[in-house]
């Protein structure tokens, strides 16, 4: 069974850039025709998909964070990782890691096979 792990620090500075790494196990993220995306939820709201690499490493981003956001991955360490620049107060949220089939409602649970705990990352001064 696959079982992705959300590290990173837990608070980030304003104007900053916010950077967390998803490690996988249980799985390649090389094989199986998967997307790995970073999902986040702030307080009091639903869920935000932020972006994707998928197997062949080709990624995809939402609209309204693609100038900020960039996804990487390291096969070696079977890990992909999240950076957001410039992050802002509003950019506080759970974020998490989640692997799909695929990208069609991104924005509901229910388009996720698997997902990480999640990991609280609070933008403050």
């Known amino acids: 069974q696959v079982q992705l792990q959300e590290s990173g620090p837990g608070l980030v500075k304003p104007s900053q850039t916010l950077s967390l790494t998803c490690t996988v196990s249980g799985g390649s993220i090389t094989s199986g025709s998967y997307y790995w995306s970073w999902v986040r939820q702030p307080p009091g709201t639903g869920l935000e998909w932020m972006g994707a690499i998928d197997y062949r490493g080709s990624t995809r981003y939402s609209p309204a964070l693609k100038s900020r956001t960039s996804i990487s991955r390291d096969t070696s360490k079977n890990q992909f990782t999240l950076q957001l620049s410039s992050v802002t107060p509003e950019d506080t949220a759970v974020y998490y890691c989640?692997?799909?089939?695929?990208?069609?409602?991104?924005?509901?649970?229910?388009?996720?096979?698997?997902w990480g705990q999640g990991t609280q990352v609070t933008v403050s001064s």
């Open positions: 989640a692997r799909s089939r695929t990208l069609r409602r991104v924005d509901t649970r229910g388009e996720y096979d698997d």
